[in-house]
């Protein structure tokens, strides 16, 4: 049960989940003063009303939190409304001045939860909160032509705007701070992604130019030779000079179809992942398995991030961990991980250069939009793995 | 002189068309009866111009993916007496096996360059003509040697020959042929099927269509087996 409710809790988003936990702490702590002080002191009306305001406030923010492993995200950020909902009408039920100010806090859940939000419960949640910011509105312009007290109404506004104010100043300025990280990680995984790419084509450059070409050329002197050949009458020499040139050709044949292989291998492209790498795991000079439960296709940066990144972790294998078994595994439900893991003599991460294959790596899947972890220590053979974030339908994850 | 082979062949790119028309036409027993640039275009031509084996690329358009597999799975059912040699750039077994899901009798997968060796092109194509199977040798030898790597695979219990036999074997060789290449006697080579194909629990008896397909998805399993349980660490967790 405790397990199952930490796991559902720790899907929410970190920040969100801050933000609601602070809300139910403040508003539960203002409850309790609130009633001492309706308790110890001067018994006015106004403070019972908005202790029972409060209470209802806090109560649906507690329940909105236990909830959450249930209703996720979504859950949340609906307890935040219904409870700056209840708060606001309250107040300005309470006291009709602070009307402008129930409008900011209204707005506050709204803030800090769209980033986590689905478009469908970002549309529900904006129309409930613009017809809650006009309902209090109107009911504020109801309530003050009753006539109410003027000191007490002051009183309130002292209290409770350097408050509210404090809080969405404090909201804005994480928006803000988080914004900008999030630009100087799109920047620096820009930098790499492009620095990757640029070391790829340099080394597709060499092998095309040291395999291929260097064999296309060596053909065409071989041409000229036939020539002279035929032309001194020379056709036994002739007849042996052609064979080599079939031979030549079918070398550079072969070379050409493992370059074009490892640019993009067309089993990736029209099979998938596990036909993939299971064609790169009979190839492999270490013996290596493919545990894959079936998977959807995904799209195709993922595919081929993930193809690459594996690859790259099977290759690193057979030439450096000495182990003599490498299994690959790879699931997509409910969301999609990968793992190269060998039995090799493992190394310690921190002191390998972190500029070589294993940055070229992590760069393609965090491009692709997930994370990679590499995890080894001398002789403890090494674990590479990925991960993607679950069912992607949110705008955050892109 | 048995009757010339009536030959369709479909390949999109127009120089080796030409010239695998032109080498052909230095045979007498090979009549070239149709010519194809899609799978479309393969499709009527097969069915109209009652031939014995057709010769087709494997990516084609219109989408130049694996149109040679697909015409061949098509044909299986239309012209069943048709044989069908790929022609193919990929040595991945995957499309290979394809080829042979639905049994490899007048089948065959050849790597593309083979066309150079003009006198093997014609043997095989009146090998499939005929009903029989080739997988190209690359193709099996990569499974083999992906298989034979590892220390725990089924393939360490057979002996070279053996090995050796059943390599044959999945190429979609006959008992005779593979008696021919190896230089023993057909009773010597089936004493060898019957050992190998007990020591690898495949059903012994299998007619020749169905043994090349057992031989190459069993070659195609064993080289990404699983390894024995427990053997690798951390399989419990991601």
């Known amino acids: ?398 | 002189m048995t009757a010339p082979l009536r030959l369709v062949l479909a390949e999109d790119g127009e120089l080796l068309r030409a010239g695998i028309v032109a080498l052909l036409e230095g045979y007498d027993d090979v009549d070239v009866v149709a010519v194809a640039t899609d799978y479309d275009e393969l499709m009527a031509a097969v069915d109209r111009a009652e031939a014995d084996v057709v010769l087709t690329d494997i990516r084609m358009p219109p989408t130049l993916t694996d149109e040679g597999i697909r015409a061949a799975g098509h044909i299986r059912e239309t012209h069943p007496e048709l044989g069908v040699v790929v022609l193919t750039q990929y040595a991945d077994a995957e499309y290979a096996l394809d080829l042979v899901a639905a049994g490899s009798q007048g089948r065959g997968y050849l790597l593309k360059e083979r066309v150079a060796k003009a006198d093997e092109l014609v043997a095989v194509l009146r090998e499939v003509a005929a009903g029989g199977s080739v997988i190209d040798e690359s193709v099996v030898g990569g499974l083999v040697s992906a298989g034979s790597r590892r220390p725990d695979s089924a393939l360490s219990r057979l002996t070279p020959r053996e090995l050796d036999v059943l390599t044959h074997v999945a190429r979609g060789m006959s008992n005779q042929a593979i008696a021919a290449t190896l230089s023993v006697t057909d009773r010597a080579v089936e004493k060898h099927i019957n050992s190998i194909f007990a020591k690898l629990d495949l059903p012994a008896d299998s007619p020749l269509h169905r043994r090349v397909a057992a031989a190459l998805v069993y070659l195609n399993d064993v080289g990404t087996a699983e390894p024995p349980a427990g053997s690798m660490p951390g399989t419990a967790r991601w």
């Open chain 1, 1 to 398: 049960m405790v397990t199952w409710f930490l796991t559902g809790w720790r899907r929410v988003e970190p920040r969100l989940r801050r933000f609601a936990l602070i809300n139910a702490t403040s508003l539960v702590s203002a409850t309790v003063l609130l009633t001492a002080i309706y308790l110890l002191g001067p018994r006015y009306t106004e403070i019972r009303q908005i202790t029972v305001v409060l209470l209802m406030a806090s109560v649906v923010m507690v329940g909105g939190l236990a909830l959450a492993p249930v209703l996720g995200a979504d859950g949340v950020t609906f307890a935040l409304l219904t409870s700056a909902l209840i708060f606001a009408f309250g107040c300005v039920w309470v006291s009709p001045w602070l009307s402008p100010l129930a409008v900011l806090v209204l707005l506050v859940p709204l803030i800090v939860a769209y980033p986590f939000l689905g478009r469908r419960t970002l549309t529900v949640a904006v129309v409930v909160v613009l017809v809650s910011v006009t309902a209090t509105a109107a009911m504020a312009e109801q309530r003050r032509m009753l006539g109410e007290d003027f000191p007490t109404h002051v009183l309130s506004l002292v209290v409770s705007v350097p408050v509210v104010v404090v809080v969405i100043m404090i909201v804005v300025r994480q928006n803000h701070q988080e914004l900008h990280d999030r630009a100087d990680q799109l920047r620096e995984s820009r930098r790499q992604v492009a620095q990757v790419a640029d070391a790829a084509r340099r080394s597709l450059e060499r092998d095309l130019h040291d395999g291929a070409q260097q064999r296309l050329v060596s053909m065409s002197v071989l041409i000229s030779r036939v020539r002279q050949l035929i032309d001194r009458g020379d056709l036994v020499q002739a007849r042996l000079a052609v064979d080599d040139l079939g031979e030549q050709n079918l070398l550079a044949i072969n070379e050409l179809r493992e370059l074009a292989r490892g640019i993009y291998p067309q089993l990736l492209a029209e099979r998938g992942l596990v036909a993939a790498l299971a064609a790169a795991a009979r190839r492999s000079t270490v013996p290596a398995t493919v545990r894959a439960e079936p998977l959807e296709r995904q799209s195709q940066e993922v595919e081929s991030a993930v193809y690459f990144c594996i690859l790259e972790a099977l290759q690193n294998a057979a030439k450096h961990s000495g182990a003599d078994q490498v299994e690959i595994r790879l699931h997509g439900d409910p969301r999609l991980e990968f793992a190269v893991i060998d039995t090799g003599r493992g190394f310690d991460p921190s002191s390998v250069e972190q500029d070589g294959g294993l940055l070229g790596m992590a760069v393609r899947i965090r491009a692709a939009g997930g994370e990679l972890r590499v995890e080894s220590a001398p002789g403890q053979g090494t674990a590479v793995r990925g991960s993607f974030p679950g069912p992607v339908d949110r705008p955050s994850a892109r």
